[in-house]
């Protein structure tokens, strides 16, 4: 009877263990860390290198912060939106050229609309030239330890050259949420209001996972659909990072069974991000996911994941409806009373690399995020 009683206890307890730690079965990388102590929970395959899609705008928003940190300019400084900048395909504001708003607003509209129009009017006002500010982009990578990871756009529209670690980009978290944890709040923005448009963000944890406060998603073919996820409870600050997961579901559902998972330990055990060590001999080009994300099978099958509205439907229990309508912040044009940027004004003479691979025009839409 009790050898019986023992089983079936044990039986019981793997069987919770199983349903905590289960995740999604996906492709690409993954990290989970705490971002206090920089302490790793969970990783797989850390240190392979990955597009990194739009979540390249953390870095475009941290080299801004630290123009500002160097009285460069100000958070009213104004962004201008020059004609290249205009030319960027989407997603994108579509601001005419000679446009002005604030870097305040600016920010906003990166982390929430992920608009590449804008991320490119930000390195040339931030940097004096598009080339100028990813110069800057790869130099802070350098000074953070990103070692495996180089720009050649402030935006993540897709280049071959362009390239980062899950390791990496946990790295640059860090560093955006403990340098400067004054504008955490630009991360958890629920939805943007411009005009007439309420634009929400494409984060789907925001305002649906209990203590979810961040961060920036990224998609283009290459890379899938990439999230790094933020949550807070009990004054304890955990990131997931989720690259090349195959709809905006999957990478939601991933992240949160992450950092549902991430609550119930203490890590105290757990290797730092400096420690880590890849376990594995790492493949030293990208992964191209495209013909596997962006096939007409596969995106019949994300359709399969909208209701008759459109809307995603979660399966995660762990994900809840929002149900009332986002909180916007609005964001607009002008208010732009701010010193313009220090930085010296450059000809975009192109650097010694090829011009980013940008998708065909007509599949960018559905390309630039989400």
Request: hydrophobic content about 40%; some cysteine.
């Amino acid at each position: 009877m009790r050898i019986w009683l023992s089983c079936k206890i044990l039986t019981a307890i793997l069987a919770l263990a199983l349903t905590i730690t289960a995740l999604p079965a996906f492709a690409g990388p993954h990290i989970l860390f705490d971002v206090k102590s920089g302490k790793v929970l969970s990783e797989e395959d850390a240190f392979r290198r990955w597009y990194p899609a739009s979540i390249t705008k953390l870095m475009t928003a941290y080299v801004a912060f630290r123009a500002v940190q160097a009285g460069e300019m100000q958070l009213d400084s104004p962004v201008r939106v020059s004609k290249n900048a205009s030319q960027e395909p989407p997603s994108k504001m579509g601001y005419p050229p000679g446009s002005v708003l604030t870097l305040d607003n600016a920010i906003k509209i990166l982390m929430v609309k992920s608009a590449n129009d804008i991320a490119t009017a930000v390195a040339e006002s931030v940097g004096g030239s598009e080339n100028a500010f990813v110069g800057r982009m790869n130099a802070e990578a350098r000074r953070l330890g990103m070692t495996d990871t180089r720009f050649v756009n402030a935006h993540g529209l897709h280049s071959p050259q362009q390239y980062s670690t899950a390791r990496d980009l946990a790295l640059l978290v860090r560093a955006l949420r403990t340098e400067f944890a004054a504008y955490a709040g630009y991360y958890s923005i629920e939805a943007l209001s411009a005009g007439d448009k309420t634009l929400p963000n494409y984060n789907m944890l925001v305002g649906r996972f209990p203590g979810a406060d961040g961060m920036k998603t990224g998609y283009i073919c290459a890379s899938g659909f990439n999230l790094v996820a933020t949550a807070t409870r009990n004054g304890r600050t955990l990131a997931a990072i989720v690259l090349g997961a195959f709809s905006q579901v999957e990478r939601a559902e991933i992240a949160a069974s992450l950092l549902d998972k991430g609550f119930r330990q203490s890590g105290l055990a757990a290797p730092t991000l400096a420690s880590l060590k890849p376990t594995n001999p790492q493949r030293n080009t990208p992964t191209d996911l495209r013909p596997q994300v962006c096939s007409p099978e596969a995106v019949a099958k994300r359709n399969e994941q909208r209701d008759d509205e459109g809307r995603l439907i979660m399966t995660s229990d762990l994900i809840k409806p929002m149900e009332r309508e986002p909180h916007a912040v609005a964001v607009g044009l002008g208010g732009a009373t701010g010193p313009e940027s220090t930085a010296p004004r450059y000809a975009n003479v192109p650097i010694p690399t090829p011009r980013p691979d940008y998708p065909p025009r007509q599949q960018a839409v559905s390309a630039g995020d989400g």
